[in-house]
């Protein structure tokens, strides 16, 4: 998961709280926190719960619940959440937006006509912790009240809580001490600090720790941990220890500095990581856990459950349009196969008069078609989804639109309910074997993933770790398993591979190759791009081929390693090849299809380039042949006439 | 038509003499009256006495003394000072001269009318006697062997050696290949992409244009025919048989003995006169083999073998060339020694005469198989061969376009076919080119309803051999009328020169640009449009596709619907596999290519008689001809 699927949820979740006109104290403002002996401060913001882009409401209505995670309620000692508003309106209207706390009023803001910003602080309690989230329900209304017409939509307001609203909170350092805790606590950004970094389960690991802890958004670090600000818990160190005996994983909580480490130790510690963030990790509330592998039945057919997908189904009240967004990934659907078309069940209200909503049904932003609703019972809707759509994020968005009733001066527009049933899918299909992009190697990679760093390798494990981070957490999903291997050579040959290296791992030819002496990469235009040292300071990355096998081949740079940020995430989506360096993605083309570039081997002499390099000499050479052959035959014809004119 | 007095004397004289009996007498008297044929040519023309004891009592009819002009050969630089078409003409030559400057002059025609010709011809001193007919012509070709072998080859190329495909580029034509070449050449050099856009783009239209020429011909040519076919029809089944002219036939064959009796056997069936058959048999002089064949057969003495001298080029328009000066008829044309025509075909080619142009100097007839079924390629070549004379020729006659003459059945006016200098020796399609030079010279060439039906092709090396030669004679044919192209348009009109760019030129060219474009084609399936994306901008990509869909589309349409005519429905399928065709056809046109380059006048023999329907064919003719005799 790339962000706490809660939070997420929460994002998806109005509903209605009842405006209370209770207000808090004016003036009411919670002090900052500061510093105490054994208490640890945790500070985040709205993106970090899954609000990228915050919140927003309109026409004098919304409501939404920000659930913040507390998986270990005894440990928070006092919070505080600051709002950050920004509002408007273009009528006298009377708004406010209420604050709840674990369903308990605690703050109601009124919000003045015209624009403005504000900043309201919420103070949290561990009272308010409640099946291991504190929720934070907001509620915005308003009413015109000097006016006998009520239309909202007259009002032209808005409202906006920014991203950059902040969490506080104060934790009990000593009551972070165990891994569930540690890993319900532990800030967004993690350290991982490697003992043993010569053997295959730390590379396991290090790539586990790609794929879980978001390396691609530049999440992770590796290497040993850095003073934090005082009291401040900014990154959750992980301290790696492998053995080569033992058992594969074994987890404890302790402190350093003043802050939690996880220790991690194990013969395979790679399976204690996955486990600390998978739905199993409350099974590990104890002081030490020790994680093995159990393999399982996999099981998929042609239709993934969109309920599978963590998506919000629940009912809507829908006034004139209302959006259901069911965002999955490649790697979300099985190995091999791709989706075909939706097959929703939806159902909508039928209002007062008797008339339906409408569903329409986009993939990628792409409009997949629409149906009307008119029955107001459960409906099946069946759509197509044309091949070339998807990528490595998708989003399926289903817009369900009525015309409001109301309005009209005289009364309130009322929305009637919708909503997408359990029993609707995605229609999966095989995949089209010649797809060669780098997220539908992701998907491959769902069932498990060869990782090899080559030991010819010039980098060693700690120069390679920056480079792999990025690739691997952008490539890898977090179920795959992780199948180190000691060599290319000892590749099994049916799983998909990701090889760190700087020779080939596969048998084909990539476009980009190391052994065939310089290389330039030029545009389209044959422009020169990159060449010579330029390009020795990038990494490359290659889909390439080993008998029918597909895998990645990571060639890391002798420059920066990409020093990757969630504003500048590395994303490999589409193509099969891409330059990446100290900013991340450089370039990512495919090379099959409308390639951005040709790769020149200056030093190579194959017959392409020698033909491409001296074509005016050969042309000009046959030209000359030709011209000779033509004077011959000229000289023969007026030979032959001369003789015959002698005779 | 009464009977001549000499015919009934001759008559009289063969029954006293018992080398005829009664019911023979009256039979040969019946057919000389209503053919209106002297009674010794109806004699000739069957077999109840043999050519020697004819000759020897039309002598002692005659009161001369018969000579064998074989064992006693004549004096060849006698002969030699005299005219040979003259002598042609009336069957006479001059054998020796005597101590006294007597001159004896043989003939097989003795009667008033030859005596008073050899007494113009050659004096009043002159001692005549009787000589077969064959034994006349025999020390005419020995006599002017050389004079008439050199004129077969070359009398097109020096009395109008822009007609001839002696050369096979002109300089002129290789200046302008030169200066394409060159151009093209400066464009790869310098913007490929751009020269192979270009390139693509005229080949493109090309295809276009060739597709669209072919369907504008089935569709003008296919009702077109319908009602002049019955014109000539009723027509020749009114003629008599006593108007009839003499018709030439000449059956050119090298090394293919076994075959001979089926023409032989055909052209008795014939609805026409055989004594009005002028029947050459034209054989290289050093085929034994065949010519032994033909001697056993005891053909009638309206069958005539002409020896070939060896010369180079050894091509089928050369001999024919060399035999056309022993030609006696008022028209002529060639058939293949497998060839079947229908019965009534030369009546309705006459009839056709009589109703075309004053300036129509040749009809061209159909052709089909026989053996049709006989397995793919055979049911093919029919499709090819039925796509072609039953549709798209009958189209080039309509829109007054050159039309490349078939192979054989092609029916000439003897005066044009002299006037033009017959054939071009050194072309392996000798009448295509020769239907080209009619049109330019003015002539008009009709196509009718009458189908001769031969031998196809039943094994593939066999076949790319044969369609091999065509297409090399058609590059030949190409270049040699491309020659003048403002005198070609002159002459032919717009319609003329389009029609031969895309009937002459548009078969070769699609021929060898086939494989580049399933290359292509295969590199797309494969590799996906962005390879060939370059060089096929979408205009041209949409034209392609187009050619693709469309136009080989329609021509495995009208591929399949071309055996309609003959309600051949069971073949239509097979159009299907035309494709297959069409890669054979590539084949053959680049060895064509190669050939042209490398061998211009090579003459790929195409061997008959593979099939197993023309050994029942054989069987069949040599079970009719006993059958008759006895």
């Known amino acids: ?647 | 038509m009464a009977l001549d007095a000499e015919s009934e004397a001759i008559g009289s004289l063969l029954l006293d003499r018992g080398a005829l009996t009664v019911e023979q007498l009256d039979a040969a008297e019946d057919l000389a009256e209503d053919w209106n044929v002297s009674l010794v040519k109806v004699l000739l023309s069957r077999r109840w006495l043999t050519a020697h004891d004819l000759y020897r009592e039309i002598a002692f009819y005659h009161g001369l003394t018969l000579v064998d002009l074989i064992e006693d050969r004549a004096d060849d630089d006698l002969i030699r000072q005299y005219d040979p078409v003259v002598m042609n003409q009336y069957m006479t030559v001059p054998i020796g001269r005597a101590e006294d400057g007597t001159l004896t002059v043989a003939t097989s025609r003795p009667g008033p009318r030859t005596v008073l010709h050899i007494r113009e011809v050659y004096g009043t001193g002159v001692t005549i006697v009787v000589a077969s007919h064959f034994d006349v012509s025999w020390q005419l070709q020995r006599a002017f062997r050389e004079k008439h072998s050199h004129e077969a080859v070359f009398a097109l190329a020096e009395l109008d050696p822009d007609m001839s495909a002696q050369n096979v580029v002109t300089p002129p034509q290789i200046l302008v290949i030169y200066l394409l070449v060159s151009a093209l050449l400066l464009g790869l050099a310098f913007a490929p992409v751009a020269t192979l856009i270009v390139l693509n783009v005229f080949l493109t239209i090309f295809y276009t244009g060739n597709f669209l020429f072919k369907a504008l011909l089935v569709w003008l040519g296919g009702a077109a025919q319908e009602t002049s076919s019955r014109a000539i029809a009723a027509e020749a089944s009114l003629l008599r048989d006593e108007d009839l002219p003499i018709y030439t036939v000449l059956v050119p064959m090298f090394r293919e003995p076994e075959v001979l009796p089926i023409l032989a056997q055909a052209l008795r069936n014939l609805d026409y006169p055989l004594a009005k058959l002028d029947i050459k048999i034209v054989l290289e002089e050093g085929d034994h083999e065949t010519i032994d064949a033909a001697r056993k057969l005891d053909l009638e003495g309206v069958f005539e073998i002409i020896r070939v001298p060896a010369s180079h080029p050894q091509t089928k328009p050369k001999a024919c060339n060399f035999a056309l000066r022993y030609a006696q008829g008022d028209f002529l044309v060639i058939f293949d020694a497998e060839d079947k025509p229908e019965p009534d075909q030369l009546k309705k080619v006459i009839a056709a005469f009589n109703q075309s142009a004053p300036n129509t100097a040749c009809i061209q007839c159909r052709l089909n198989y026989y053996n049709a079924r006989e397995n793919w390629l055979t049911r093919m070549f029919t499709l090819d061969y039925s796509l072609w004379f039953d549709l798209m020729l009958p189209g080039l006659e309509r829109l007054g376009v050159p039309i490349p003459l078939g192979g054989t059945s092609n029916h000439f006016r003897m005066d044009v076919l002299r006037e033009l200098n017959a054939w071009d020796p050194f072309n392996v399609t000798e009448d295509a080119d020769l239907g080209i030079r009619l049109t330019q010279k003015g002539y008009r060439v009709g196509v009718i309803d009458s189908t001769t039906f031969e031998e196809a092709n039943v094994s593939i090396p066999n076949w790319v051999r044969q369609r091999s030669r065509w297409i090399k004679g058609y590059m030949q044919t190409f270049l040699v009328h491309s020659r003048r192209p403002i005198h070609l348009w002159q002459s032919v009109g717009t319609a003329g020169v389009f029609g031969f760019i895309f009937f002459i030129g548009g078969t070769v060219l699609s021929g060898l640009l086939n494989p580049v474009f399933w290359s292509i084609f295969a590199i797309w399936l494969i590799f996906g449009t962005e390879v060939i994306s370059p060089y096929f901008p979408l205009p041209v990509l949409y034209l392609s596709l187009v050619n693709l869909l469309a136009g080989n589309g329609l021509l495995i349409y009208l591929t399949m619907v071309a055996p309609f005519r003959r309600r051949w429905t069971d073949l239509a399928p097979w159009g299907i596999t035309v494709v297959g065709y069409w890669v054979l056809m590539t084949v053959a046109s680049y060895k064509a290519l190669s050939q042209l380059i490398f061998n211009p006048f090579y003459w790929e023999k195409t061997q008959h008689g593979l099939s197993k329907h023309t050994a029942n064919e054989v069987a069949e003719a040599s079970a009719e001809a006993t059958e008759a005799t006895q």
């Open chain 1, 1 to 647: 998961m790339k962000y706490p699927a809660i939070g997420l949820l929460a994002a998806l979740l109005p509903f209605h709280v009842h405006a209370q006109t209770t207000a808090t104290d004016e003036g009411a403002s919670v002090t900052a926190p500061q510093a105490q002996e054994g208490l640890i401060s945790r500070e985040f913001d709205l993106t970090e719960l899954g609000f990228q882009n915050g919140l927003s409401f309109r026409q004098l209505s919304g409501n939404a619940t920000i659930f913040i995670p507390l998986p270990e309620a005894g440990a928070l000692n006092s919070g505080t959440l600051e709002l950050e508003l920004n509002h408007a309106s273009t009528a006298e209207v009377d708004r406010y937006l209420q604050v709840s706390v674990g369903g308990r009023p605690v703050s109601s803001q009124a919000l003045p006509d015209g624009a403005g910003r504000l900043s309201v602080p919420v103070p949290l309690r561990p009272e308010d912790v409640s099946g291991g989230f504190i929720a934070v329900g907001l509620s915005y209304s308003g009413a015109f009240s000097d006016r006998v017409c009520v239309d909202e939509r007259a009002s032209g307001d808005f409202l906006e809580i920014a991203a950059s609203s902040s969490v506080t909170l104060q934790l009990d350092q000593a009551a972070v001490d165990t891994s569930t805790a540690f890993a319900g606590l532990r800030p967004a950004d993690t350290r991982l600090a490697i003992n043993g970094s010569d053997s295959l389960a730390a590379l396991a690991a290090a790539t586990r720790a790609a794929a879980l802890f978001d390396a691609e958004a530049g999440r992770l670090r590796f290497g040993p941990a850095e003073a934090n600000a005082a009291g401040t818990w900014s990154e959750g160190v992980i301290q790696l220890d492998v053995t080569s005996s033992g058992a594969a994983s074994e987890m404890t909580v302790d402190s350093q500095s003043g802050m939690p480490v996880l220790n991690l130790r194990g013969s395979d510690p790679q399976v204690g990581l996955w486990q600390m963030v998978s739905e199993w990790s409350a099974l590990s509330n104890s002081d030490a856990t020790v994680v093995e592998v159990v393999e399982g039945p996999v099981l998929f057919d042609n239709r993934l459950p969109l309920a599978g997908l963590n998506a919000d189904l629940n009912p809507r009240a829908v006034v004139s349009t209302e959006d259901f967004l069911i965002p999955f990934q490649s790697s979300d659907l099985p190995v091999g196969k791709a989706v075909s078309g939706v097959s929703l069940q939806i159902a909508a209200a039928l209002d007062p008069e008797g008339r339906g909503a409408t569903a329409s049904v986009f993939l990628n932003d792409s409009l997949l078609g629409n149906r009307p609703l008119g029955s107001g019972q459960p409906e099946q809707l069946s759509f197509s989804v044309p091949k070339g759509l998807l990528g490595r994020d998708n989003l399926l968005r289903v817009s369900i639109q009525r015309q409001p009733t109301g309005g009209e001066c005289r009364f309130k527009p009322q929305g009637y309910p919708a909503q997408i049933l359990p029993g609707s899918t995605l229609v999966l299909s095989d995949a089209e074997p010649q797809d060669r992009d780098f997220f539908s190697l992701r998907q491959e990679f769902g069932d498990g993933v060869q990782v090899v760093l080559d030991p010819e390798l010039s980098l060693d494990f700690e120069q390679v770790l920056p480079w792999l981070a990025g690739v691997a957490g952008s490539v890898i999903p977090d179920r795959a398993s992780i199948l180190p291997r000691p060599s290319v050579d000892a590749l099994e040959t049916n799983d998909p591979f990701f090889v760190i290296s700087d020779q080939n791992p596969g048998d084909g030819e990539p476009l980009i190759t190391f052994d065939q002496g310089r290389i330039e990469v030029r545009d389209t235009q044959d422009n020169l791009i990159y060449s010579g040292e330029d390009l020795s300071r990038l990494g490359v990355v290659q889909i390439v081929t080993r008998g029918e096998t597909r895998g990645l081949w990571l060639r890391p740079g002798n420059g920066p390693a990409p020093e990757l940020t969630p504003q500048m995430p590395m994303v490999l989506d589409r193509g099969d090849l891409a330059l990446i360096g100290q900013q991340g993605v450089i370039l990512a083309t495919a090379t099959d299809r409308s390639p951005l570039v040709d790769v020149v081997y200056p030093d190579r002499t194959s017959f392409a380039q020698m033909l491409a390099k001296y074509r005016p000499w050969i042309v000009g050479g046959i030209w000359v042949l030709v011209t000779l052959l033509v004077l011959i035959v000229f000289q023969r014809v007026y030979r032959a006439r001369r003789g015959r004119d002698e005779t």
